[in-house]
């Protein structure tokens, strides 16, 4: 399961490590699905709908989509 | 479980100031906020206008005030600048420059010192309605718990992701939310002290750069883009301005701030049954120039104010927190439309008519520094101004 969930799913959003977890991204993703923590990003991916919305947004281009 | 009347999440301005209000009103308040240091990183130029603090109660600390300011310029993509300072003027509107990082922490302060318990480095993970109350569940260093409130009170920025948790349709579009980006630096060669600048056109598509003042040669240099209005992400903006910028040449950046910053207004969904919305998350800023801290701050005290009321009455329902709506429209939502209609006009203006109004303004008057003072004198320089904006004045 886990394997076809990564196969699936897996590793969608790519945070670069200059990400300074401003927040930008979670604010106008339309799914609401981005937990900023203090200093990670966590997405729930299986509910992405890859609009890159917050791949555009980002001041400092710190995010990438497979 | 811990049980409160009033649970704020997020401990920026907004937020403290709910809790303090809500506190003051007789209220238990739980503050909670993510970070290990309320206040950092700011994500703010951290200008904010006189008699903002004053007319919230608060006497301005000298410990998070940064710089007096006296007055603005204003500068056109070709160069040419407007000044509105006191040797143009008789009775500039002054303002502040703050340092967020310790100025956020002492409105945190002062909601403690009205009862409100803090908790930091407490992540808010989801929301839950049971019965007449609502359940947050949190995360504070790896565990897990549940903080049931009467009313929760939204302050979580611009993420907002605790309102939409709750079912309110507050979603920011991508062409309303600023990328703002800015660096701290020294070695700022000032034409004029204690004066911002504000530079506008092609340098910041979408928005505006900016050089507040902090210290003799020090200033957040900064600007903000609508990210779908341009190629380049903000922050290649950002090293262009300073290339560029004759004030910034020489200058050295010590720290890189960056965050998004919601201009379309306030959010469609204020309050809900158990639920206020205030500050960022409730697009509480000024559509035009993106500030935000004095109207969050009072966006803030009325949600503070009307929650104590709500436990008071024993009555958390949206019939009931309605007030909020009603007070906030009141006294921010006409400004903030009035602010909007500006925004939409400046932002359709391409760099030549820019650099024409910034002509025309040379020969004009400023009585006083205010937006509605240069929206007036818009209108008299340009005909097509007039039409779209004459009706706001």
Known sequence: ?66 | MIETDVLVIGAGPAGSSAAKHAAKGGAKVILIDKKSEIGSPKRCAEGISNNGLENLGITPNPKYIAKKIDGCRLVSPSGTDVWLTTEEIELPETGYTLERKVFDKFMAMDAAREGAEIKIKTLAKSLKKEGDSVILTCEHMGESFEIKAKIIIAADGPESHVSRWAGLKNVTKAKNMESGIQFEMCGVEFERENIIEFYFGSCAPGGYAWIFPKDDDIANVGLAVIAEDTDKSAYEHLKEFVANCPATQNAQAVELNVGGDPVGGLVKDLYGDNILVCGDAAGQVNPLTGGGIISGMNGGMYAGQVAARSIEEGDYSSKFLKEYEEIVDKELGKEMHKYLKVKEYALSLPDDELDSIADAFQDMDFEKISTTEIVKNLVKVSPKALLKLGKLI
């Open chain 1, 1 to 66: 399961m886990n394997i076809l969930f990564i196969l699936l799913f897996g590793d969608i959003m790519i945070v670069k490590d200059w990400c300074s977890y401003c927040g930008e991204c979670a604010g106008i993703c339309p799914k609401n699905i981005i937990e900023v923590k203090e200093y990670s990003l966590v997405f729930d991916e299986k509910e992405c709908s890859r609009c890159e919305i917050c791949v555009k947004a980002c001041p400092l281009n710190a995010l990438e989509m497979e």
